[in-house]
């Protein structure tokens, strides 16, 4: 068996409401292995981000709220740890590179100075030793003219660059975990290409291991090892990379891989692509038994009362769905 980095047992999320309390994520449960890339997958709001954030603590409370579940790092639960204790790891054994670097940087901050402030919080080098360690890490994301860009600030960056500042912020103090939150969303095609070329030589470099967050199955395909698919708040397959695109189990994921654009249809009108009928559920209105069954063609009587637990079909395939 894989050595679990990281390893998240039945985690529940909500929201507060003046109504009522929402739930975002429900009971999850899966392990980050150690030098992998593991992809978080689904359709803006099924909860890829909330459950990320809620590794680190990073869930605004009120109005969020980790009701219940355990995330065990280096044999801790991080969820029992104190403030202190908890801080102490962010960003030194677990970095995050956040969805909008533009809004994620200080503003009024230069680059080298942000980075620098990571380095200084949980290393024990002087000023001088960490803007020379800083100027190392831009080159190491491949930013061109290092030197000059330590001065400039967020604003004077373009997209791209912007993206690899949070990268060698990131990997500032060399975690041993790095949360990817939708890396490549709003880059160009070309800058995505270089953005995870660069995540999957970062990780053959460090093994260090990767949760990575996306909706693109482009992506998951170019660099992911292992893939969990959400849907409003659940875990509804996970497999191998191999596992998913070859055979896909639920007709969610089937419905994903067959609304992607190929070869063979690049020729034809994108009104013939096969897409998902309805809506993803809003949190006040998930339905009972499977959350997929008002939008799945396949559903039977009792996938509208029944929920299907995670099953295992193979030793690298495991699938929530009533049909297997």
């Known amino acids: 068996m894989p050595t679990p980095e990281l390893l998240v047992k039945n985690l529940k999320v909500s929201f507060a409401t003046s109504k009522k309390e929402l739930i975002a994520v429900r009971g999850i449960s899966y392990q980050l292995n150690q030098g992998e890339i593991l992809a978080l997958v689904g359709e803006s709001g099924c909860g890829k981000t909330v459950s990320a954030l809620s590794i680190l603590r990073l869930i605004q409370e009120p109005p969020g709220k980790i009701v ?27 970095a995050m590179i956040f969805q909008d670097p533009m809004t994620s940087l200080n503003p009024v901050l230069t680059i080298g100075e942000q980075i620098i402030e990571t380095l200084l919080r949980h290393t024990s080098l002087s000023r001088k030793k960490a803007r020379e360690k800083s100027f190392r890490l831009l080159e190491q994301v491949e930013i061109p003219s290092p030197k000059q860009k330590l001065d400039q600030y967020p604003h004077q ?3 791209g660059m912007r993206q690899r500042v949070m990268i060698a912020m990131a990997l500032s103090c060399s975690p041993r975990i790095l949360i990817a939150d939708e890396p490549t969303t709003a880059l160009d ?15 053959n470099d460090t093994q260090m291991s990767i949760l990575l967050i996306t909706h693109d199955l482009g992506v998951v395909a170019e660099v992911a090892e292992r893939v969990m698919v959400m849907y409003a708040g659940e875990i509804v397959e996970s497999g191998s990379v191999y ?23 690049t020729q034809q009108k994108l009104s013939k692509l096969k897409e ?13 038994g499977c959350p997929f069954h008002p939008r799945c063609s396949a559903a039977e009587t009792r996938c509208k009362t029944d929920k299907p637990k995670l099953k295992k079909i193979s030793q690298t395939h495991s699938v929530s769905c009533w049909l297997h």
């Open 189 to 203: 095609v070309l800058i995505q290409a270089q953005i995870l070329s660069l995540l999957k030589k970062i990780k």
């Open 68 to 94: 219940s579940g355990e995330i065990f790092f280096a044999g801790k639960d991080l969820l029992k740890l104190k403030k202190k204790e908890l801080q102490d790891r962010r960003g030194k054994d677990i």
């Open 276 to 288: 998902i009928s309805g809506t993803v559920p809003s949190l006040s209105q998930v339905p009972f």
């Open 157 to 159: 960056l373009s997209g």
């Open 243 to 265: 596992d998913l695109f070859r055979s896909p189990l639920h007709p969610y994921t089937i419905g994903l891989m067959e609304s992607i654009p190929t070869l063979e249809t």
